[in-house]
């Protein structure tokens, strides 16, 4: 199991990441300081189809301001910071790839999200909850998965 999870984080890690982001930012004439999920749109959504899946696949869940999600094997946190901008709701991701969050977080902060989007180094296989996370009643959580696909839930 060691070995497998190192052969993922290997697979995902690409050292320097940030610094490649910003220079391809600043290229595009953006000030990589200052960002929004739709700036970011063209670079963090690390699936095939890009941001127009993770479009196609929120609308399948309905998703409010009082949703919760978690979004299991979140990479950069694209897909995370795109529901939370976009519908206001609190999204938790986990990935095993200690690179991708640490990146991702600085993203986020850049993008004023860190009220809404926490992004952690987790596994999928042993997710650190105790239970899914609670939701009042009347809201909904959601949960997406590594391959972009979403599943929903309604109290
Ligand atoms: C195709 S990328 C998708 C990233 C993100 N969902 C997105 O769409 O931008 C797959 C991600 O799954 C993560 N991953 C693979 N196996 C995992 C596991 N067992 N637990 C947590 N994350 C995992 C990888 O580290 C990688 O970041």
Partial sequence: MAERKADVQAHWTRPGVLARIDAALTELGQDPQILT????????H???????TTREQAKRIALTKDSRVLDVGCGLGGPARYLAHTYGCRVDGIDLTPELIETGRVLTERCKLADRVALRVGNALELPYSRRPSCPAGSSSATTRPNGSATHSAT
């Fill in 46 to 52: 690390l699936h095939s189809g890009g941001l127009a």
């Fill in 37 to 44: 999920p739709e700036i970011l749109g063209t670079i963090e």
